[in-house]
């Protein structure tokens, strides 16, 4: 082998020697985050995160515009998904947004679909329901329409 040879081999020997050991260091240095990124956050924060991801999923596949649950129409609040559980497995919320009663009014619903339809005590939950529907769908007040307010409106001459 030619001295040049010799070098040659050994200067290519050498270039792939730390091609190899940069390449370990790279694969050294991006093992911790491979592993697991949740390492870092405690339990606190790692219970956030938990909570933020779930919530971002649900409201994708169940969004809430402008604080109406769209799939039902109805209103959302803290309470709304016990009613949406103790109240729509039989019929469409739709029987519910389309009626209006006051607190004692639901009650009595409530007790005619317990005689009548089958509808279980409602136990603990029910003031939370009741609070809910008597919230939000509760008689509106005028029992007709509002005056017109005559200074507002816009005459103009029929022309004939
Ligand atoms: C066990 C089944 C069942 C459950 C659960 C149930 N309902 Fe009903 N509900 C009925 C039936 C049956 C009717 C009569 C439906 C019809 O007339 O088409 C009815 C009718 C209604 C009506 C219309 C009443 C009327 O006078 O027209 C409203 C409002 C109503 N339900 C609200 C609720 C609310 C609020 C809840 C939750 C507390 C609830 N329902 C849970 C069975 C149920």
Same mark, same amino acid.
Request: hydrophobic share 20%; glycine share 8%; aromatic share 4%.
């Given at each position: 082998m030619s001295s040049l040879e010799k070098s040659w081999k050994l200067w290519t020997f050498l270039c792939w020697f730390s091609l190899a050991v940069i390449a370990v260091f790279m694969i050294y240095l991006n093992f911790p985050q491979n592993?697991?990124?949740?390492?870092?956050?405690t339990e606190e924060e790692q219970a956030r995160y938990n909570q933020k991801r779930l919530s971002a999923y649900e409201s994708q596949l169940d969004p809430i515009e402008n604080g109406i649950?769209?799939? $039902?129409g109805m209103k959302y609040d803290e309470n709304f998904r016990l009613v949406q559980k103790s109240c729509t497995s039989c019929h469409s919320s739709k029987l519910i947004t389309q009626n209006r009663a006051t607190r004692d009014g639901w009650q009595q619903m409530i007790r005619w679909m317990q005689r /009548? +339809?089958?509808?279980p005590e409602l136990g603990i939950h029910e003031p939370k329901i009741l609070d809910y529907l008597s919230t939000y769908?509760?008689? /509106? +007040? /005028?029992?007709r329409r509002a005056l017109?307010?005559? $200074?507002k409106i816009e005459w103009y001459v029929l022309e004939l």
């Open positions: 592993t697991n990124p949740r390492i870092e956050r649950h769209l799939k $039902s /009548t +339809q089958g509808l769908y509760a008689p /509106t +007040q /005028t029992g017109l307010d005559t $200074s």
